[in-house]
């Protein structure tokens, strides 16, 4: 005869993990609240955050645009750069599409850099910039590449922080893989993602800063686990999944941008091999300079942002100059 006493305990335990999903969520909302400003492009509501000179100060322009990488959002950068840069220019943070507090859209096209490049392009008109330095790092870096080529009059300078721009043979992992299948995956992202990432954020994040140590309270103070939720969770799953077919097709345009670009990657980068994406690319660009940082992993932001800061200078201070000649 048969028995509904398995179905019911799975039935139990998934509610309790529902519950406890639903709860944790709401608890690392009510911990990490929006820190910035909203910005409605397309219907599309954007969370960003201006920090040091303000606009039409001397010094703000360019702007310096900050985009966080895969699994981040906007406090990963703040933490890194935030106090460091605003002293002397107009940086803009952003939460991109999906991530931190941006809302998306669903659709695939939204895991596209290129997409969600128009997308920041018109909020950053709504903000008034002009012309920006972007600074992307690891995924952001395959942004702010799409960003110059679908923008070259609007960028002032890239600066790519162990950015991804070539095709790659790492996996995305399995979690991303479970949480895109129909019918399984939003189960696993409304029972599992919480309790599973909660339990694995630590050593996941060590692994990403090697061979660096985290930093101090780095998981709350860069509010890494709004990644946990499901919409979040899903959105960076996609970013991941599909971002090697986007690279692929894009890697053709490299020599038409033409924005100075300075490459900055550690020689220990163990997550985006820098002979793969970072050499070849200084290769490819017509205006582009290699900085190998000696024992520095993926997070070059954090382990060197002396040197962040100095490319960042370094590219404001040509566009300024460039600027007063022409006045």
């Given at each position: 005869?048969?028995?509904?006493?398995?179905l019911?305990?799975?039935?139990?335990v998934l509610?309790?993990l529902?519950?406890?999903?639903?709860?944790?969520?709401?608890?690392?909302?009510?911990?990490?609240?929006p820190?910035g400003?909203?910005v409605?492009?397309e219907?599309?509501?954007?969370h960003?955050?201006?920090i040091g000179?303000?606009?039409?100060?001397p010094?703000a322009?360019?702007?310096?645009?900050l985009?966080?990488?895969?699994?981040?959002?906007m406090?990963?950068m703040?933490?890194?750069?935030?106090?460091?840069?605003?002293?002397a220019?107009?940086?803009?943070?952003?939460?991109?599409p999906?991530?931190?507090w941006s809302a998306?859209p669903?659709?695939?096209?939204?895991?596209?850099p290129?997409r969600?490049?128009e997308?920041?392009a018109q909020?950053?008109?709504?903000l008034?910039v002009?012309r920006?330095?972007m600074?992307g790092?690891?995924?952001?870096?395959?942004f702010?590449?799409?960003?110059?080529?679908?923008?070259?009059?609007r960028t002032?300078?890239?600066v790519?922080?162990?950015a991804?721009?070539h095709?790659?043979a790492a996996d995305p992992?399995w979690?991303n893989?479970?949480?895109?299948l129909?019918?399984?995956?939003?189960l696993?992202l409304?029972t599992l993602v919480?309790?599973l990432?909660?339990f694995?954020?630590?050593?996941?994040?060590?692994?990403?800063?090697?061979p660096?140590?985290?930093p101090e309270?780095y998981?709350?103070?860069a509010?890494?686990?709004?990644?946990?939720?499901?919409k979040?969770f899903?959105?960076?799953?996609?970013d991941?999944a599909?971002?090697?077919?986007?690279i692929?097709?894009q890697?053709?345009?490299?020599?038409?941008?033409?924005?100075?670009?300075?490459?900055?990657t550690?020689?220990?980068?163990t997550m985006?091999?820098?002979?793969?994406n970072?050499?070849?690319?200084a290769?490819?660009?017509?205006?582009?300079?290699l900085?190998?940082?000696e024992?520095?992993?993926?997070?070059?932001h954090?382990?060197a942002?002396e040197?962040v800061a100095?490319?960042?200078?370094?590219?404001a201070?040509?566009r300024?100059?460039?600027t007063?000649v022409a006045?």
């Amino acid at each position: 005869m048969f028995s509904a006493a398995p179905l019911i305990a799975i039935v139990i335990v998934l509610g309790l993990l529902v519950a406890m999903t639903t709860v944790g969520i709401a608890r690392i909302e009510a911990a990490h609240p929006p820190a910035g400003q909203f910005v409605e492009v397309e219907g599309v509501r954007l969370h960003v955050a201006e920090i040091g000179l303000a606009r039409g100060e001397p010094g703000a322009e360019p702007a310096v645009v900050l985009i966080h990488g895969a699994s981040g959002n906007m406090e990963d950068m703040r933490l890194a750069l935030g106090e460091k840069l605003a002293a002397a220019h107009r940086v803009i943070l952003i939460d991109r599409p999906g991530h931190g507090w941006s809302a998306r859209p669903t659709g695939d096209v939204y895991a596209s850099p290129a997409r969600q490049a128009e997308l920041i392009a018109q909020a950053l008109t709504q903000l008034g910039v002009r012309r920006a330095i972007m600074v992307g790092h690891s995924w952001g870096g395959a942004f702010a590449t799409a960003y110059a080529l679908a923008f070259p009059e609007r960028t002032a300078g890239l600066v790519l922080l162990s950015a991804i721009t070539h095709p790659w043979a790492a996996d995305p992992g399995w979690y991303n893989h479970l949480a895109s299948l129909p019918a399984v995956g939003p189960l696993f992202l409304r029972t599992l993602v919480y309790p599973l990432g909660w339990f694995m954020a630590h050593g996941a994040t060590r692994s990403v800063f090697e061979p660096q140590s985290v930093p101090e309270d780095y998981l709350r103070r860069a509010a890494i686990r709004l990644v946990l939720r499901p919409k979040t969770f899903f959105a960076n799953a996609r970013d991941l999944a599909l971002l090697k077919s986007f690279i692929v097709a894009q890697v053709p345009s490299y020599a038409k941008l033409n924005s100075p670009t300075i490459i900055i990657t550690g020689d220990r980068d163990t997550m985006v091999s820098p002979e793969i994406n970072a050499c070849a690319l200084a290769a490819t660009l017509p205006r582009a300079k290699l900085v190998f940082l000696e024992g520095v992993g993926h997070m070059p932001h954090h382990a060197a942002p002396e040197a962040v800061a100095a490319a960042i200078d370094e590219l404001a201070l040509t566009r300024q100059a460039k600027t007063a000649v022409a006045v």
